[in-house]
């Protein structure tokens, strides 16, 4: 069982940056590959950034560069690094690790674990 809790999420001003971070309990988190999802107001959830446990990063297409995602396997701990934040990244922000994805980073079934979310409000 792995718990996510994640933290770093508040409110900023266009142009601004955030740092989320998430920590995880439970064993095998070496082995997990990682990722963030975010639920904006009236959307559906949808994939922003991920991590293989090889340490293959992938992105959707609306991250353009400004999101970096890493992970520190020593403190059980994954990061997603948002820059020149837009009034359109507004949404609740999710943590989640999967066993194997198997490809496929934006399938949301592919995940046993999330966390509950935080929030990030940018303002324009």
């Known amino acids: 069982q792995v718990q996510l809790v994640e933290s770093g999420g508040g409110s900023v001003q266009a142009g601004a940056s955030l740092r989320l971070s998430c920590v995880a309990s439970?064993?095998?988190?070496?082995?997990?590959?990682l990722a963030w999802f975010r639920r904006a107001p009236g959307k559906e959830r949808e994939f922003v950034a991920g991590?293989?446990?090889?340490?293959?990063?992938f992105y959707a297409d609306f991250v353009k560069g400004r999101f970096t995602v890493s992970r520190d396997n020593a403190k059980n701990m994954v990061y997603l690094q948002m820059n020149s934040l837009e009034p359109e990244d507004t949404a609740v922000y999710y943590c989640a690790a999967a066993i194997n994805v198997g490809g496929d980073w934006h399938l949301i079934r592919n995940y046993e674990y999330w966390g509950q979310g935080i929030q990030v409000t940018v303002s324009s």
């Open positions: 991590i293989s446990w090889k340490d293959n990063s």
């Open positions: 439970g064993r095998g988190f070496v082995s997990y590959d």
